[in-house]
């Protein structure tokens, strides 16, 4: 098996946009800007499209919101790429609850984050992801971003989680790329593989040279063709692949000057791209942020 970790399981691909969740200008759900969006995201080198993240704003979707959210982007990709949904939570019951949904509305895999607030130690978050990936047969990416949740996954526990079958591998936004390796190392021999996708666009490239499948990407908004591009060329053309990954610095720091996706969802809405309002707590970005945004943004077209 110590071949399939580096290629991306059925359901997946190497390029997982973040998609932000388009709203009206009075907050509303924006039901065709989502379609217009995801279209924008697969006709620049999106592969996969994530909905119900935290770059979607998924604490504030309500109610039927995220299968509303997923119905459209569904019906505005169709074949040409596939859907995840994120459909962690802090209570357990509700991950499952979440994850069948996906399942019974046709995703093609899910996003399960580590419980936050109510930090379980190891022990309870194996039994957490054990207990969603049982509740159904998609693939199961674990998302590990301890700045947010406050509960890291230790390396330990992932190889361990590494032998359900249907989790395929985890989203790593620790910021830690010793612990991404570590994690491959001791997963390579995993049923059926193990994978690492970036979470944290600064580092998408060091975690692809460590032997990470992919990224899971924010600036992908903005910045599709050249992430694209820098995962495709790395294998045969490393130096062109640092170039990218240097180009787009820039605007990976530019995207969270602020809380995201308020910077954005700015850059978005003034490149003339669905996006509309953050909705409370996050408030909109400073004209300094876009600005900042869109200079970032300007200087990689000036480059294409």
């Avoid at 970790?5 to 390029?15: D, H, L, M, N």
């Avoid at 505005?76 to 499952?96: C, F, I, L, Q, S």
């Avoid at 693939?139 to 359900?164: C, F, K, N």
């Avoid at 910045?223 to 495709?232: F, L, N, P």
Wanted: glycine share 10%.
């Amino acid at each position: 098996m110590t071949t399939e970790w580096t290629q991306p399981p059925e359901g997946i691909g190497r390029v997982v946009t973040a998609m932000a969740t388009p709203f009206t200008a009075d907050g509303a759900l924006d039901h065709a800007g989502a379609g217009k969006l995801a279209e924008h995201l697969v006709s620049t080198g999106t592969q996969t499209v994530l909905v119900n993240g935290t770059t979607g704003e998924s604490p504030t979707l309500h109610g039927e919101e995220p299968w509303e959210l997923y119905r459209a982007v569904r019906e505005a990709v169709g074949d040409r790429a596939t859907v995840m949904v994120g459909t962690g939570a802090n209570d357990t019951a509700k991950a499952v609850d979440a994850t069948r949904r996906a399942e019974e509305e046709g995703a093609d895999a899910v996003l399960v984050v580590t419980p936050y607030y109510n930090r379980p130690d190891q022990r309870a978050l194996t039994q957490h992801f054990r207990t969603v990936a049982a509740a159904t047969s998609l693939p199961v990416l674990l998302y590990d971003i301890p700045s947010r949740t406050g509960r890291a996954i230790d390396v330990a526990t992932l190889v361990a989680l590494a032998e359900v079958p249907n989790i395929i591998g985890v989203k790593d936004a620790s910021g830690d790329a010793g612990k991404a390796g570590d994690t491959l190392a001791a997963t390579r021999d995993a049923p059926g593989g193990f994978r690492v996708w970036s979470g944290a666009d600064e580092l998408n490239l060091p975690l692809l040279a460590i032997g990470g499948v992919g990224v899971v990407s924010v600036s992908a908004h903005l910045a599709g063709q050249e992430i694209a591009e820098m995962i495709a060329a790395f294998p045969t053309d490393p130096a062109r692949a640092r170039d990218l990954h240097l180009a787009c610095l820039p605007l990976h720091r530019a995207l969270f000057r602020e809380p995201s996706p308020a910077p954005l969802k700015g850059g978005l809405n003034a490149l003339g791209l669905p996006a509309g309002p953050v909705r409370p707590p996050l408030l909109d970005a400073t004209e300094e942020t876009v600005a900042a945004v869109l200079a970032a943004h300007e200087r990689l077209q000036a480059a294409r």
